[in-house]
């Protein structure tokens, strides 16, 4: 026998070999056996039975993958069984869990809660005032029912027991459902429903359509693994007439049962939403900042809220507003949520608000403001007050000899309009701009005005407002749960908020005018203080300073 030393091939690599010259029945066998093992025909050079030394990238034989393993000797058998175990498919069963803690979940695999500690009994229980233990963010849980003050059914993916649910419940929403495969049983919170239907695994056709006002999933999907998330996100978005509350744990974020690549930031999570939905949401900035506003860091960091778009189309299309209209009028007052003007008359059709002979009246006011307005704004000669009733912030410039004051009002005051002030009754919210005043008044008021009016108008209204000043805006509107009567819920929005809308919807040629409007707060009562700014023209600014 000779001994031979050659160089060979090994998955594309060469590497030095020994072999022996070989009998002829070992030849046949070998023949034989590549006939009967197909699988490793190609692999026939390496003497069956003998080990190889396996030192290479990814391959494929077959349908089976071999990765590197370097420095371990493997017999094909082996690798071949080792792959085949690897390949097996995972199917996510929620009511599966490998390692269930006080009824969590902390498995990276996934699987739902069952809420029910080592003895059985529930993790988590309400008080009689329906207050629960359970982790939550509590300011949400109150926070929501106000957010959405109109919706009547209400949906939770993942929602345990209600921790959630139960602000609602507390509010008299009637239909409440946690969607939950676990049955919770005594656990559940009073007055809720559970639907026990894997929403991870059953098809689309059988889940609930155009169901629930609101469906909501807080912190849930990280629990479930990646290749479920965009069934879900569609069945989520299928079982909303209009709003989808989704939050979801971001890269990073400490929690028990998290899957890591199910953790995602916020702007994954809205591309992949709106792409798996087919564009039927929207994202609703407005909303989701009205959300961030009262909730905890988690939350603010995870969570947006979405809208259909048949709805805000429907709503654009058919609702006009007219100021004009109310539907609920208290004492001149309109309590209406879908907006209208107020009539400043009472059930006997006097005024509700009067002045006297000193000029003083009698209606809802920041005192310091009337007074300190014309000392702020010294040299103005003629002033727009929209929404500004009978008089109420203008009468502390007629007071001070200022000519031209206009009060911008739909209804006739008549009799009811403060002395020596003129009324323009044009309707500034639905009249097209060309129609409007331009560059007429040194200033330009609006006073906790636009939270009456659909948010849909509130660009228009802005326009009309920076428009008609030759250099000042003063702006103040209601921010998110500020009481009052008639506040339209999406029109209430932060300073931060109004503050970006009024400068884009005006092309940036408005400034805020921050000394200003530190100074007017400095006299003013706290609602004025936190609602209220001052912006300049820029193109004022500039005449000036030439």
């Not at 009637?174 to 495969?181: D, F, I, N, W």
């Not at 006297?356 to 007074?371: C, E, L, M, T």
């Not at 004025?528 to 300073?545: A, H, V």
Request: aromatic letters at 8%.
């Amino acid at each position: 026998m000779h001994t031979h030393s050659r160089n060979q091939l090994l998955y594309g690599r060469r590497v030095r070999k020994q072999y022996t010259c070989m009998h002829p029945m070992t030849i046949i066998n070998i023949i034989a056996c590549m006939i009967l093992c197909p699988l490793v025909v190609v692999n026939v050079r390496f003497l069956i039975g003998k080990e190889v030394v396996i030192k290479e990238e990814v391959k494929e034989i077959g349908d089976v993958v071999v990765t590197k393993k370097d420095d371990k000797k493997l017999s094909l058998r082996q690798i071949l069984e080792d792959q085949n175990k690897k390949v097996e498919t995972k199917e996510y069963d929620p009511k599966k869990c490998k390692n269930m803690i006080n009824g969590h979940c902390d498995d990276e695999e996934g699987g739902a809660w069952k809420y029910r500690d080592v003895h059985g009994q529930c993790t988590y229980v309400e008080d009689s005032n329906g207050n629960n233990n359970a982790p939550q963010d509590w300011n949400a849980v109150q926070g929501l029912p106000k957010l959405f003050p109109s919706v009547q059914s209400v949906a939770d993916f993942g929602g345990g027991p209600g921790t959630y649910l139960s602000g609602f419940r507390n509010k008299g929403v009637p239909t409440l459902v946690t969607v939950e495969p676990h049955p919770f049983d005594d656990c559940l919170f009073a007055n809720l429903t559970q639907d026990m239907t894997d929403w991870s695994n059953t098809p689309l056709i059988q889940l609930p359509s155009n169901k629930f006002d609101l469906v909501m999933t807080i912190e849930v999907l990280e629990h479930i693994p990646v290749t479920y998330h965009e069934h879900i996100v569609k069945a989520l978005a299928q079982a909303t007439k209009e709003y989808l509350l989704f939050s979801a744990a971001h890269p990073g974020q400490g929690g028990e049962g998290h899957a890591g690549p199910s953790m995602k930031t916020r702007e994954q999570w809205t591309e992949e939403i709106l792409r798996w939905t087919d564009n039927s949401l929207f994202l609703d900035d407005v909303l989701t900042k009205q959300f961030h506003m009262d909730v905890g860091d988690m939350l603010k960091t995870n969570s947006m809220i979405f809208r259909k778009k048949s709805i805000k189309s429907k709503k654009v299309e058919t609702k006009e507003y007219d100021p004009k209209k109310c539907t609920n009028m208290i004492n001149g007052h309109c309590d209406d949520e879908e907006g209208g003007a107020w009539k400043y008359r009472d059930v006997h059709g006097q005024c509700a608000y009067v002045e006297d002979s000193n000029g003083n009246n009698n209606a809802p006011q920041d005192w310091n403001a009337v007074q300190g307005l014309p000392k702020l704004f010294p040299s103005v000669q003629s002033v727009a007050d929209f929404g500004g009733g009978p008089g109420t912030y203008l009468s502390g410039f007629r007071n001070k000899g200022v000519p031209t004051l206009v009060t911008v009002e739909p209804h006739p005051f008549d009799d009811c309009l403060f002395a020596n002030l003129t009324q323009d009754m044009t309707d500034w919210s639905n009249t097209p701009l060309i129609q409007l005043p331009s560059n007429k008044f040194d200033l330009v008021m609006t006073i906790e005005v636009l939270e009456h009016i659909p948010v849909t108008y509130h660009e228009h209204i802005v326009k009309a407002l920076a428009q008609a000043t030759k250099e000042y805006l003063l702006f103040s509107a209601a921010h998110p749960g500020q009481g009052g009567e008639g506040h339209a819920g999406p029109s209430m929005k932060t300073r931060e908020q109004w503050t970006e809308e009024i400068l884009r919807w005006t092309d940036n040629s408005l400034f805020l005018d921050d000394v200003l409007t530190k100074q007017f707060h400095m006299d003013v009562g706290d609602m004025l203080k936190t609602n209220s700014m001052i912006f300049r023209k820029k193109s004022r600014m500039g005449q000036m300073m030439s």
